[in-house]
């Protein structure tokens, strides 16, 4: 096993341990909202984004505890957007993650609150920290939900729609996917960095330059799988994109242009990480395994 796969492994052991305990209990009323809560969140997931919260942190120093907070709220704010993506009303998937999607194995309005609670407990569990200090809080506050909002993921979600059928250019594809995906991993970082009660103005500049690096290549290497890649190991329908002509890197750049733009994001991410010296060696092979992995 890798040093990053160990990382990995006890980064969700323990954000699940604690959105185990943060999320409602079944059998509480509403009794299938909150198993459905349970069932969005709690299912099979590389836990990408609380991974990059404790990383953005520790390289500042902070310890686990503080940053218990911030990791499990991103990712509830991730799994409320995936359940909302695969409803009807946007792509229409009916596999996540290796199972029925939310409104699949439930029902549609069930899935759309699933979503709506998601979304405001994450707030609930930064704004009732114990730490860090309040205004290290607000600003978390106001980071999450700039990631969130129009000006990110949500909008983001609405020029892929707007741009299903019809030919984009590779601007106006990188410009939609800093929005869709690249906002909420690039706040992730923000979050752990934010809990510090000191940050130096130029490392979280490095620190943000590799987050908006690594987001691009994670949405890069996702439709070289939509292409490349097996349901059995992706989780998802494969050649989704595709039946719903939907504009992706290897369908305007070609399967090897798409796979080179990949590495050299990969490349400037791992050079921006420079001034955290080996604080940062988890963060430079996360950039390998991004452009890397097979799901």
């Not at 299912?43 to 902070?62: A, D, E, N, S």
């Not at 129009?150 to 030919?167: T, V």
């Not at 039946?243 to 399967?255: A, D, F, I, Q, V």
Request: aromatic share 4%.
């Amino acid at each position: 096993m890798t040093p990053l796969q160990q990382t990995f492994d006890l980064c969700r052991a323990r954000v699940e341990n604690a959105l185990d305990a943060v999320l409602p209990d079944p059998a509480l009323l509403p009794r299938r909202l909150h198993e459905a809560m349970r069932y969005a969140v709690l299912g099979p997931g590389k836990r990408l984004r609380p991974l990059l919260v404790y990383q953005g942190g520790q390289v500042f120093g902070i310890n686990d505890e503080r940053l218990d907070p911030p990791a499990c709220a991103v990712e509830l704010i991730h799994a409320y957007s995936l359940v909302h993506d695969d409803l009807p009303a946007m792509d229409d998937d009916d596999l996540r993650r290796g199972r029925p999607t939310c409104h699949r194995a439930y029902d549609e309005a069930t899935a759309i609150l699933v979503g709506d609670a998601l979304q405001t407990l994450a707030f609930r569990l930064i704004a009732a920290a114990e730490t860090p200090e309040p205004q290290q809080r607000l600003a978390m506050i106001e980071t999450l939900a700039a990631a969130c909002g129009s000006r990110g993921m949500a909008g983001g979600q609405a020029m892929d729609l707007a741009a299903a059928g019809q030919r984009i250019n590779v601007a106006e594809l990188e410009d939609m996917h800093i929005h869709k995906t690249g906002a909420l991993i690039l706040a992730s970082l923000r979050l752990g960095a934010l809990c510090a009660t000191h940050t130096e103005r130029a490392s979280l500049a490095s620190l943000e330059r590799y987050g908006r690096c690594i987001g691009l290549a994670f949405q890069v290497q996702d439709d070289i799988l939509d292409v490349t890649g097996t349901s059995a190991l992706t989780g998802k329908s494969s050649g989704a994109d595709a039946r719903r002509e939907k504009s992706t890197y290897p369908g305007l750049m070609g399967l090897a242009e798409a796979r080179r733009f990949a590495t050299e994001l990969r490349d400037e991410a791992v050079e921006s990480l420079a001034p955290f010296g080996d604080r940062a060696d988890t963060l430079r092979a996360l950039a390998d395994y991004i452009v890397e992995r097979d799901h």
